[in-house]
């Protein structure tokens, strides 16, 4: 592990190597890191892409994943109020119907069927929309759950108690009264141990920084954030889920939930998401492993001094590592601006190879596959996206999931079956990846084979930077070799001690900022 440079640092903060205290690791955690997406949409109510492909692409993909229909709306009669709004209520209440004809039946049969104990978990959850309240969902254990209905989102909590269900707020940070959140409705415990910080809406963290709302419901603000909850005394886990509406859990980029567990099973998973040991992911699998003292994330501890230890092993070049206190960052650990060539005989890297940038509005297939000419591929991680829309698209009657996927992995190549449409614009991508980790020679090389087109590139070279290639000439769809990043790029390991009482309960947090913009963000650990 290589501890990077840390700067506004408390007193008595040391990074490894440091003179002035010796590193101490925690007791190791047995658990691991399991990831899904608890909300995302497809054609089931109003959404777009067949419910038997959006599990087909979770599965690609993720441990875990419950596909939300869109179920109700108790007090959407507000909206009569506004004469040029009549259209968003029969646009509803139709989904809500097709639900009630059949759609439920047929949406719990189907999550059954896809549900694999130690292989691959579903869970049925549903969503309810209120201006007052702002939007939740309900996630049920017990795949036999009834469709549940309410007058309003604290009715339902009423009707849940007792019961395995979580009713979770997402798209935090829009207005109060239009769909956003107001921690006055905030209740503590079981029912609602975590909430949605991060999806397709944007970035609920505070009201300022990356990823901010842009769908048409309006802009973020500073009352119905993260940060705002914490500040008030709240505490919650923080998570993550694409609400993706066009039938693709998990997509890459969009939002996603890391949950630890000692296993891929019902109860063990949802005691870790019940017990807050949560993450937020943007897309990459980023792993943090973020202690004071032995408590992890989502944990709430009685110390006077605060032994803090951090270890993260990310996918890309790191950007920054904030170690986060009531609201302030107590450290920053950088990155490098550019990553430093390893020597050795057999290097360990990450390499994102990506596909996509065709100019056309027809999919592209991509049929091959990735090798390695010496050396071993550790693992194949995919980064896969489904399409960049929310809302009904003009003149298309249904839109037809494209589901990418891995079809092989060995020592030394992996097969791949990949569908790219053009980027809508020039700030969103629309190309598909997969992050090979290798361990591997420097002049060993790596090639893309795809639709007849072979290129290749040594390790050696992808470490000096990126190398790209069209496909069939400019304005065609093209391959990117991202440049290769060594593991001294990738992996932080950090302690520092804090004796510094600022409240009653003060609460911690870590967040990982990647170079190529993929964040992961811990669930606090709240002292007394």
Sequence with gaps: MVGLAATGSLLGACTPGSKKAKMIVPTPDSRKMYWGDLHNHCNITYGHGDMRDAFEAAKEQLDFVSVTPHAMWPDINLLNKEPRLKWVIGYHTDAFGRLRRGGYEKYSAMTKEYNKEGEFLTFIGYEAHSMIYGDHVALHKDLDAPLVNCSSIENWKEKFKGQDVFVTPHHMGYQEGYRGYNWKYFTEGDQTPFVEMYSRHGLAEGDMGDYPYLHDMGP?????????????????????????????????????????????????????????????????????????????????????????????????????????????????????????????????????????????????????????????????????????????????????????????????????????????????????????????????????????????????????????????????????????????????????????????????????????????????????
């Design 220 to 528: 973020r603000q500073w009352e119905g954030t993260i940060q705002y909850g914490l500040l008030q005394g709240h505490k919650f886990g923080i998570m993550g889920s694409t609400d993706q509406h066009s039938g693709y859990p998990g997509s890459y980029g969009d939002g996603r939930v890391g949950v630890l567990a000692d296993s891929l099973t019902r109860d063990e998973i949802w005691n870790g998401l019940k017990s807050r040991n949560v993450c937020c992911a943007t897309g990459d699998k980023i792993v943090v492993d973020f202690r004071i003292g032995d408590a992890v994330m989502g944990d709430v501890i009685k110390a006077d001094k605060r032994k803090i230890y951090v270890n993260v092993q990310g996918q890309s070049c790191i950007d920054y590592v904030d170690i986060v206190k009531n609201g302030q960052i107590i450290a920053r650990l950088n990155g490098p601006l550019i990553p430093q060539m390893p020597t050795g005989d057999m290097v360990r890297c990450k390499i994102k190879m990506e596909y996509g940038w065709n100019r056309e509005e027809n999919y592209v297939s991509w049929n091959g596959k990735v090798s390695v000419s010496k050396g071993r591929i550790l693992s194949v991680t995919p980064c896969f996206r489904g399409a960049a829309f929310t809302s009904p698209q003009e003149g298309e009657t249904e839109f037809h999931t494209h589901v990418n996927r891995i079809r092989s992995v060995s020592d030394t190549s992996t097969e791949l079956e990949l569908y790219t449409s053009k980027n809508p614009n020039t700030t969103t991508p629309a190309t598909q990846a997969v992050i090979l980790d290798v361990e591997m020679p420097l002049d060993g090389v790596i090639t893309s084979d795809f639709n007849g087109k072979a290129f290749s590139h040594s390790l050696a070279e992808l470490l000096e930077g990126s190398r790209t290639h069209f496909m069939r000439g400019w304005l065609s769809e093209a391959v990117l070799f991202n440049r290769a990043m060594p593991e001294s790029c990738f992996t932080v390991e950090h302690y520092m001690e804090d004796s510094q009482k600022e409240k009653d309960t003060d609460w911690y947090y870590v967040r990982v900022r990647q170079r190529d913009g993929q964040w992961l963000w811990t669930s606090p650990i709240w002292v007394e």
